[in-house]
T-cell receptor
Framework: KQEVTQIPAALSVPEGENLVLNCSFT??????LQWFRQDPGKGLTSLLL?????REQTSGRLNASLDKSSGRSTLYIAASQPGDSATYLC?????????????FGTGTLLAVQP | GAVVSQHPSRVICKSGTSVKIECRSL??????MFWYRQFPKQSLMLMAT?????????EQGVEKDKFLINHASLTLSTLTVTSAHPEDSSFYIC?????????????????FGPGTRLTVL
């Protein structure tokens, strides 16, 4: 059974700092991995999607890496801003099958202090 | 593109009543939609996979008779919480998967609705 864990559970940093969020998964047979952002009481915003054949994806100040063999992904946020404060979720999509169900991690609550 | 809406955004009901939540893909056709539940300070848990024109596939432990799913068109899936009780109070989020023949986001990327906060008194 696939289990997805995120470390740390919560993180507080001063504005401008670079930071790394970690995601680990137990079954390396994944189709892809997505990073999402969730603001309090809101839905999910997709940040980056990495296919299993890729090693990283970049969007603006965000860079996500994937090491499938070790079951790890990291989300790097450069020059953090107070607007980055949110819960960050990673999710893996199971290999095979048409439904591609997402298994979500436990989330990291990020607070960027001005 | 790839916008998903949910209605209502918030609902408060009495115990024993049924509540219907709608999930719509606004600018694409979604053959597959997913329903998730999120309890406070917890992550999302998949409840069921909704396929257009066929029966939904429920995850283990989710009562199909309590959480009725209908995916009658390529842009609309509904979740009905029947005879709701306080323990059903939660944040319900749907997502829709972009089909593989669409131009734009990669195949099987899911786009999420804004969620529905259900409170059962």
């Amino acid at each position: 059974k696939q289990e997805v864990t995120q470390i740390p559970a919560a993180l507080s940093v001063p504005e401008g700092e670079n930071l790394v969020l970690n995601c680990s998964f137990t079954d390396s047979a994944i189709y892809n991995l997505q990073w999402f952002r969730q603001d309090p009481g809101k839905g999910l915003t997709s940040l980056l999607l990495i296919q299993s054949s890729q090693r990283e994806q970049t969007s603006g100040r965000l860079n996500a890496s994937l090491d499938k063999s070790s079951g790890r992904s990291t989300l790097y946020i450069a020059a953090s801003q107070p607007g980055d404060s949110a819960t960050y979720l990673c999710a893996v999509s199971k290999m095979g099958g048409a439904t591609n169900k997402l298994i979500f991690g436990t989330g990291t609550l990020l607070a960027v202090q001005p | 593109g790839a916008v998903v809406s949910q209605h209502p955004s918030r609902v408060i009901c009495k115990s024993g009543t049924s509540v219907k939540i709608e999930c719509r893909s606004l600018d694409f056709q979604a053959t597959t939609m997913f329903w998730y539940r999120q309890f406070p300070k917890q992550s999302l848990m998949l409840m069921a996979t909704s396929n257009e024109g066929s029966k939904a596939t429920y995850e283990q432990g989710v009562e199909k008779d309590k959480f009725l799913i209908n995916h009658a068109s390529l842009t609309l899936s509904t979740l009905t919480v029947t005879s709701a009780h306080p323990e059903d109070s939660s944040f319900y989020i749907c997502s829709a998967r972009v089909p593989s023949d669409n131009i734009g986001p990669p195949y099987n990327e899911q786009f999420f609705g804004p969620g529905t906060r259900l409170t059962v008194l």
